[in-house]
């Protein structure tokens, strides 16, 4: 099968549905199907072979965070001659509704088409209004999947109708084995953070403050810290007598972010909000890393309540604190965690999960024939 993959955001930056995309292309890859994907990225960003550029991202605020879309005519002419030329069996767009890509390849194309929803947040008054605009694309779509309960009640909020759920993948071993960076974790305990750092709802701010009423008892305790963002006053938020003892990593490679995960006592997710899946968490399951994370909807659901990893009250750093303190002092609980971490994250392996999408495919394909442009 000829597969066509449309991401929204810039391919430069990572993020949740970009990593997912490039994960499924590799597993659909791995499978014997074609594929080639279009995503918003400079003509002159290094990209993997099956990547084509979709036109330079601009960023806009969406969903609590700055995402970095491609829109307007130069945009939709490369979306039209990438489906001409694509001569696709099936075409699968990400998060449809956002005004990038995947809402103009709807636009210019007919065929068998299958949306994934990665987005969960309330219910959107501009999306609402938009809504008569973006249906002539949206209902086009033939196959719907959420990657999350969450996602499904956004979908269901915004979009009307259903959606099959298959969860996000990880790619197990990618980060089941990695050595810890040198001098990590340490005698005195290491928490662990990784994400964008100046984006409010990965809750940064949150772990910093918990970390602080941590340090004062704990003195070998230290934090280390990967993921983008702009951190010219993140150690300012912390007394000068701890700020020594949080590391900077910055962004990281990825081979460099799964020796993050094997590099701490705790990785801690303290999200406050926005996420639909969590494949941050993944990720530090298939690590095996212990983990305390909010008490999310998608993240408890992922932790399978709280057998694959601790949940403390979302928005609360005295219960973060406490909950990663617990973890720090028991070396049993831990080992019992990441055991049951390591289990639980085999269901979300891309080879299984790349199955089950596929078979969304086949269920589309017929009575249809390629996916063609709109005259």
Not at 320 to 348: F, K
Request: charged share 20%; aromatic share 6%; glycine share 10%.
């Amino acid at each position: 099968m000829r597969v066509g993959l449309v991401c929204p955001y810039t391919w430069n930056v990572p993020g949740g549905v970009q990593v997912h995309i490039r994960d499924l292309a590799e597993a659909l890859i791995g499978l014997g199907h074609e594929v080639s994907v279009i995503s918003p990225a400079d003509d002159n960003t290094p990209l993997p072979d099956y990547v084509v550029p979709g036109g330079r991202a601009i960023p806009v605020p969406y969903n609590g965070s700055v995402a970095r879309l491609s829109f307007g005519f130069g945009s939709a002419a490369r979306v039209r001659r990438w489906v001409k030329e694509g001569g696709f069996d099936v075409l699968h767009v990400h998060e449809p509704a956002a005004p990038s890509l995947s809402l103009l390849a709807c636009w210019v194309a007919d065929g068998p088409i299958v949306a994934t929803v990665h987005t969960a947040m309330p219910r959107s008054r501009l999306i609402h209004a938009a809504y008569p605009v973006l249906q002539t694309a949206l209902e086009k779509i033939n196959g719907r999947i959420a990657v999350s309960e969450a996602a499904r009640t956004t979908l269901v909020e915004h979009m009307g109708g259903d959606a099959v759920l298959i969860p996000n993948g990880v790619a197990v071993h990618r980060y089941e084995k990695a050595a810890p960076l040198p001098g990590w974790p340490g005698q005195g305990g290491a928490l662990g953070f990784l994400g964008r750092i100046d984006e409010p709802r990965k809750g940064l701010d949150l772990l910093l403050r918990a970390f602080a009423l941590m340090a004062g008892e704990r003195p070998g305790l230290r934090l280390l810290v990967a993921g983008p963002g702009d951190a010219s006053d993140l150690l300012d938020r912390l007394p000068a007598a701890y700020r020594e003892r949080v590391v900077l990593l910055g962004q990281v490679s990825e081979e460099d972010k799964a020796r993050v995960y094997h590099s701490v006592d705790v990785f801690c997710a303290p999200n406050t909000g926005g996420e639909s899946f969590g494949i941050v968490l993944a990720e530090a399951m298939a690590a095996g890393a212990p983990i305390v994370a909010s008490d999310l909807l998608a993240f408890r659901q992922v932790l399978r309540g709280g057998r694959a990893g601790e949940l403390f009250p979302t928005g609360d750093p005295e219960a973060l604190a406490a909950a990663a303190g617990r973890l720090l002092d028991d070396p049993q609980l831990r080992a019992r965690l990441s055991v049951a971490a390591s289990e639980a994250v085999r269901a979300y392996d891309w080879p299984v999960v790349a199955r089950d999408v596929v078979k969304v495919y086949q269920a589309v394909v017929p009575g249809f024939g390629r996916v063609a442009v709109v005259p």
